[in-house]
């Protein structure tokens, strides 16, 4: 799992900022005491401007310390979070996509439609876009699951690797149906990017916050289904 450095930089940026308001401060005072010292005792200084300037000086240095405190509690929600994101390794999760990873001869997606369909064509392109498999899918109203085994047309296995659902179903009149997809596979890695949580899924990124549920193991996972 990888963090990056952006909460040591803010913390850095924190410290350096309230070490030069320091500075700042015992030079103002340095000056103010060498006026003090040095004014007319007929025609004494106007106290109200430096005492307007030392409550700015007290705001900003209240300022500092209020992002240094939000800056600990920033890094601490993201400690947690990479620690609740292991729990996620070896899990199957769902998430938004139409392109998973095929391995050991199985790859799942789900997909859902928002009317009975006439016709509903599945088909498994390979990174290259090319047709490796097809067949007919579930066409009533509602969510589907297509488990495929990596067998392409003729029956033979292909190799592992990412795999993209593509759908084609229309209505009774031939009209286009526009379908929804989702991906499912096992989180392999994790992952800390800035303010963001990524789950691997082989060479997929999928951000915690897109991650829709966590499955149980398939049942059957060697065989192939649309439902």
């Given amino acids: 799992m990888e963090v990056t450095a952006t909460n040591s930089q803010a913390q850095q940026a924190s410290v350096i900022a309230g070490q030069d308001l320091a500075e700042n401060f015992d030079n103002f005072l ?3 005491v ?3 010292e040095n004014q007319d005792p007929l025609e004494p200084m106007d106290t109200n401007e430096f005492t307007s300037q030392i409550v700015q000086f007290a705001s900003v240095e209240q300022e500092i310390a209020s992002n240094t405190n939000l800056e ?4 601490l929600q993201r400690s947690n979070q990479a620690a609740a994101a292991v729990n996620y390794l070896g899990k199957r999760v769902e998430a938004e996509g139409n392109t998973t990873v095929l391995t050991d001869g199985y790859a799942e997606w789900n ?3 928002p009317e009975n369909a006439d016709t509903v064509e599945l088909m498994v392109v390979d990174e290259l876009g090319n047709q490796i ?3 007919e899918g579930a066409n009533d109203l509602g969510a589907h699951r297509f488990v495929w085994n990596g067998l392409d047309d003729s029956g033979n296995p292909v190799p592992d690797g990412l795999y993209t659902l593509s ?3 229309t209505d009774a ?3 286009a149906i526009a ?3 989702t991906v499912v596979g096992q989180v392999d890695g994790v992952e800390t990017t800035g303010d963001t949580v990524v789950l691997f899924v082989g060479p997929i990124g999928i951000p915690i916050g897109d991650v829709i549920s966590i499955l149980d193991a398939p049942q059957n996972p060697a065989e192939a289904e649309a439902t």
């Fill in 72 to 75: 600990r509690l920033i890094a």
């Fill in 173 to 175: 009149e031939g009209q």
């Fill in 111 to 113: 997909y859902g439609l």
């Fill in 30 to 32: 340095m000056l103010l």
């Fill in 133 to 135: 498999y097809h067949t």
């Fill in 34 to 36: 060498t006026q003090l």
């Fill in 167 to 169: 759908i084609n179903a």
């Fill in 179 to 181: 379908p929804t997809m």
